[in-house]
């Protein structure tokens, strides 16, 4: 069964970094994408990357492209999210996901209702951006 540990959030300051984790265990074949969303409090919850459980395609929300990569280490199966220049509109609940049914992370980001297409989650990590 597979398990999915978020870590690394915590308070910062805007314009600063944070690097989330998220650990995989009993990672199969059949997960095809790993995503990371976010929900902050009274919003729905939403995708903000995607990596593909191969390494070859990445995706990004608009609101996080060119602040955000997201990156994998097979080795330890585990999926980072490097995030930069953060904003205290990036302030929510960090969560990674798996999916069996999103392919090499199509379609794109926000054009479709992305948790409905990813089985397993994470218990997510708070990332507050405030001075």
């Known amino acids: 069964q597979l398990q999915l540990v978020e870590s690394g959030g915590a308070l910062v300051q805007p314009g600063g970094s944070l690097r989330l984790s998220c650990a995989a265990s009993g990672l199969t074949a059949d997960y095809r994408s790993i995503g990371w969303f976010r929900q902050a409090p009274g919003k729905e919850r939403e995708e903000v990357s995607c990596?593909?459980?191969?390494?070859?395609?990445?995706n990004y929300a608009d609101s996080v492209k060119g602040r955000f990569t997201i990156s994998r280490d097979s080795a330890k199966n585990t999926v980072y999210l490097q995030m930069n220049s953060l904003k205290p509109e990036d302030t929510a609940v960090y969560y990674c996901?798996?999916?069996?049914?999103?392919?090499?992370?199509?379609?794109?980001?926000?054009?479709?209702?992305?948790?409905?297409?990813?089985?397993?989650w994470g218990q997510g990590t708070q990332v507050t951006v405030s001075s």
């Open positions: 990596i593909s459980t191969s390494g070859g395609s990445t």
């Open positions: 996901a798996a999916s069996t049914m999103v392919i090499e992370c199509q379609p794109q980001i926000g054009s479709y209702r992305a948790i409905y297409y990813y089985n397993s």
